[in-house]
Nanobody, 122 residues
Framework: VQLQASGGGLVQAGGSLRLSCVAS????????WGWFRQAPGKEREFVAA????????SFADSVKGRFTVSRDNARNTVYLQMNSLRPDDTAVYYC????????????????WGQGTQVTVSS
């Protein structure tokens, strides 16, 4: 099983980025996806989650109204659309899969991607 995240980069404050994460090795239609991030010197924190069908989502308060999450089960892929980016969004973003729906706890996730760097300049 491998999760490959992509789409990170350098963007100015107020800009947008779309992250993608593809899972390979098996299908994960009944797993929930999660996004976490870790800034230098800080602990990994929850960003967003989406349930197996895509009908339910959950977001950290810090990103509500700016980020959206979606999934394409046919492609074993999850997306994180990030708008109105701020410098404090700068972090390495990780995707993960869990059998527990909409969890904000990293320990409940079974599979993790390698992370993609997002840098927001002021």
């Amino acid at each position: 099983v491998q999760l490959q995240a992509s789409g990170g980069g350098l963007v100015q404050a107020g800009g947008s980025l779309r992250l993608s994460c593809v899972a390979s090795g098996r299908t994960f239609n009944y797993y929930a996806w999660g996004w976490f991030r870790q800034a230098p010197g800080k602990e990994r924190e929850f960003v967003a989650a989406i349930n197996w069908s895509g009908a339910s989502t959950s977001f950290a308060d810090s990103v509500k109204g700016r980020f959206t999450v979606s999934r394409d089960n046919a492609r074993n892929t999850v997306y994180l659309q990030m708008n109105s980016l701020r410098p404090d969004d700068t972090a390495v973003y990780y995707c993960a899969l869990a059998r527990v729906a909409l969890s904000s706890t990293a320990a409940t996730y079974d599979y993790w991607g390698q992370g993609t760097q997002v840098t927001v300049s002021s």
